[in-house]
């Protein structure tokens, strides 16, 4: 039995019942020895339909590639770039730009923190929030 066949019989077996923790990480372990066209077939297939844990694994192992430049290419990004993205609401990486400019945020004392509140008060209710906490924080030394 190939690791692709294995995987598949312990997502059908997990599709009706839950499955085992030691499983899933042997199959997680597996994942990286099957191909394109496999990952794909797993990513598709009604076995995982509604499994969220390992449907994002295997996505991962899919767009590793492309996940890691995306990350790579957000930290190379200046914060009046990444704000500018931030506020494109439709750009597909506003949560991964959100974590960057709180990165930043907490490094900075300068003018890129000044920025980042701006972009943050005019966003939403938890990024109003957050920011606010961080401005009381560094008031009373919290």
């Given at each position: 039995?190939?690791?692709?066949?294995?995987?598949l019989?312990?997502?059908?077996?997990?599709?009706?019942?839950?499955?085992n923790?030691?499983?899933l990480?042997?199959?997680?372990?597996?994942?990286?020895?099957?191909?394109?066209?496999?990952?794909?077939s797993?990513?598709?297939?009604?076995?995982?339909?509604g499994d969220?844990?390992?449907k994002?694994?295997v996505?991962?192992?899919?767009?590793?590639?492309?996940?890691?430049?995306?990350e790579?290419?957000?930290?190379?990004l200046?914060?009046d770039?990444?704000?500018?993205?931030?506020?494109?609401?439709?750009?597909?990486?506003?949560?991964?730009?959100?974590?960057e400019?709180?990165?930043?945020y907490?490094?900075?004392?300068?003018d890129?923190?000044?920025k980042?509140?701006?972009?943050f008060?005019?966003?939403?209710?938890?990024?109003?929030?957050?920011?606010?906490?961080?401005?009381r924080?560094?008031?009373?030394?919290?």
């Amino acid at each position: 039995m190939t690791d692709y066949e294995y995987i598949l019989q312990q997502a059908k077996k997990a599709h009706y019942s839950n499955w085992n923790d030691e499983e899933l990480r042997k199959c997680v372990d597996m994942l990286i020895g099957l191909t394109h066209d496999q990952l794909f077939s797993l990513y598709t297939s009604k076995w995982l339909k509604g499994d969220k844990l390992m449907k994002e694994e295997v996505f991962k192992c899919l767009f590793a590639d492309k996940i890691g430049k995306r990350e790579e290419r957000i930290k190379n990004l200046s914060t009046d770039e990444l704000i500018e993205e931030f506020r494109d609401k439709k750009s597909g990486n506003v949560s991964l730009i959100r974590n960057e400019l709180k990165s930043r945020y907490k490094e900075n004392m300068g003018d890129d923190r000044v920025k980042i509140t701006i972009a943050f008060k005019e966003s939403s209710e938890g990024d109003q929030a957050w920011v606010e906490h961080q401005e009381r924080k560094d008031m009373y030394g919290e």
